[in-house]
Each structure stands twice: as structure tokens, then as C-alpha cells.
């Protein structure tokens, strides 16, 4: 069974880094593409970040530019997303995601076809 899950949210500070994983299973993640999203509540759910099969290319939505860091082991079939510099509007459940289709750009969530069931991110004080 084709499968992703998402650990490492949790509650920090302003200012602070959580690093997120991302672990598949039933497929192997060289052959994939891989999104970032998160959605806050009465919010759309956003595009935050994406890295290429080989991890050569990665994308980010401005907002999260020189703070978020994208990257992947496949190795061990898991690809990252460490937070820095983390903000009250950070806060949301984030999402990763396997890209299926290139048909729109990578930040639309019609592009992925297979997700996993998020991890909470709360910054606060």
C-alpha cells in the first residue's frame, strides 16, 4: 500500500526550528517529486515547498524563503522540511505529498496524488 506520513510537528516558540519528516512506504520515493503544504484553518491548503526525484531542484513559496529548508534521503525514503526563524502565521497542519502529474505547477495540490495525514505546527508563546 502506497503511503506517506508526516512526524516531527509540534509546539514552538517564535523564533524557533522544528524539522519535519516525511516516510514512505509501499513505493519508492527516488521515483518521486515531493510537495510540502500546509493549511490553517479557514485557509486554503498552500504550496510551501517542493524537491525534485534526485533532491537537485528545489521550490519555495516566498513566504518561507531563506527559512525553510527542503531535502531527502532516499536511502532511507524520507524527505525533510527543517523550519527556522519560525512564525505565528507558520502555524497550520503540513502535508507532504507525491507528485503525480506536471500538468500544473507544483504548488497546486491537484498536482499530487497521494498524501499524508499531516502533523500539527503550532508557533506560539
Known amino acids: 500500500q502506497v503511503q506517506l506520513a508526516e512526524s516531527g510537528g509540534g509546539l514552538v516558540q517564535p523564533g524557533g526550528s522544528l524539522r519535519l519528516s516525511c516516510a514512505a512506504s509501499?513505493?519508492?520515493?527516488?521515483?518521486?517529486?515531493i510537495g510540502w503544504f500546509r493549511q490553517a484553518p479557514g485557509k486554503e491548503r498552500e504550496g510551501v515547498s517542493y524537491i525534485s526525484e534526485s533532491g537537485g531542484f528545489t521550490l519555495y513559496t516566498d513566504s518561507v524563503k531563506g527559512r525553510f529548508t527542503t531535502s531527502r534521503d532516499n536511502a532511507k525514503n524520507t524527505v525533510y522540511l527543517q523550519m527556522n526563524s519560525l512564525k505565528p502565521e507558520d502555524t497550520a497542519v503540513y502535508y507532504c505529498a507525491k507528485r503525480t502529474s506536471f500538468a500544473q505547477a507544483w504548488h497546486r495540490p491537484s498536482s499530487y496524488g497521494t498524501w499524508g495525514q499531516g502533523t500539527q505546527v503550532t508557533v506560539s508563546s
Open positions: 509501499g513505493f519508492a520515493l527516488a521515483s518521486n517529486g
